[in-house]
């Protein structure tokens, strides 16, 4: 009786829900939304056909914004042209200027893989005015001109590397 009454009462579960997920009237007129027109991503190609851009949420790129976020990728250029060094005091090293993520996909770099040895000149800084959540810093390195992104989650937080991308033709 206690097996007839567990059944009864799970065929009933799965007919309630089944009925449930099925509640859409059948004339409902499809979705329309009216949203602004998708912003230029870096080459001038549109980010997302239809999409929108992120609100700045107040992020201006100020003297003082610019100088923290070269600061930052200096440092971390620094930190990783560093061939040398032991796989643990790389990472820890890097990782206090890294994002969560960019920790996570380098932790398992070896830094006798890295070419660049050196920084051989100053960051340019590449910035979209609309978007104060993130920016490039390009360096000159012994092995080419390697890119930085940063990111930041707000105005007053700290920027964070989120990657390091090797000169054309190196990995």
Known sequence: MKRILTALTALLLCS?????????????APATSTAAPATLSAGGKAQAPGGTAPA????VWDEASKTAAVDTATKAMTLYARPAV??????????QVLTAQATA???YVDPANIPATKVTGPGQLKT??????G?????PTDA?????QLL?????KPWQVNRFTPPNGTE
């Open 135 to 139: 920016c490039h810093v390009v360096f």
């Open 86 to 95: 032991t796989d643990k005091e790389w990472i820890q090293d890097l990782g």
């Open 144 to 148: 080419g001109d390697y890119d930085v």
């Open 128 to 133: 979209d005015e609309n978007n104060g959540f």
């Open 16 to 28: 309630a829900c089944a009925s449930a997920a099925n509640t859409t009237p059948a004339n409902q």
């Open 56 to 59: 700045t949420l107040g992020i």
């Open 152 to 156: 930041r989650s707000a105005a007053d």
């Open 105 to 107: 996909d380098y932790q």
